[in-house]
């Protein structure tokens, strides 16, 4: 996966950083890792955490900022995808 060109609007990024701080971790959901995935081999080649860095996305948003800050420099054709 490369690097997105922009993150969805939300309130929290604002204050990633310092959020971070106080809750270093986020769930990433309620279910036990892997759950939902078919058949009981995942495990042998996937590793799923159950919870999420937050201090990284605060990271991603400096590393998006730099490549936006970059694109104007790009002089020769450039196929950039983004699904929001």
């Given at each position: 996966m490369s690097t997105p060109y922009k993150l969805p609007d939300d309130p929290r990024l604002r204050h990633i950083e310092w959020l971070?701080?106080?809750?270093?971790?986020?769930?990433?959901n309620t279910e036990e890792p892997g759950f939902g995935w078919f058949g009981d081999t995942w495990k042998d080649y996937h590793i799923s955490y159950p919870q999420n860095p937050l201090r990284s996305v605060g990271q991603l948003m400096h590393l998006i900022a730099e490549m936006q800050a970059g694109l104007p420099l790009i002089k020769v054709p450039v196929l950039l995808m983004h699904i929001a």
């Amino acid at each position: 996966m490369s690097t997105p060109y922009k993150l969805p609007d939300d309130p929290r990024l604002r204050h990633i950083e310092w959020l971070a701080r106080i809750q270093p971790y986020m769930p990433k959901n309620t279910e036990e890792p892997g759950f939902g995935w078919f058949g009981d081999t995942w495990k042998d080649y996937h590793i799923s955490y159950p919870q999420n860095p937050l201090r990284s996305v605060g990271q991603l948003m400096h590393l998006i900022a730099e490549m936006q800050a970059g694109l104007p420099l790009i002089k020769v054709p450039v196929l950039l995808m983004h699904i929001a």
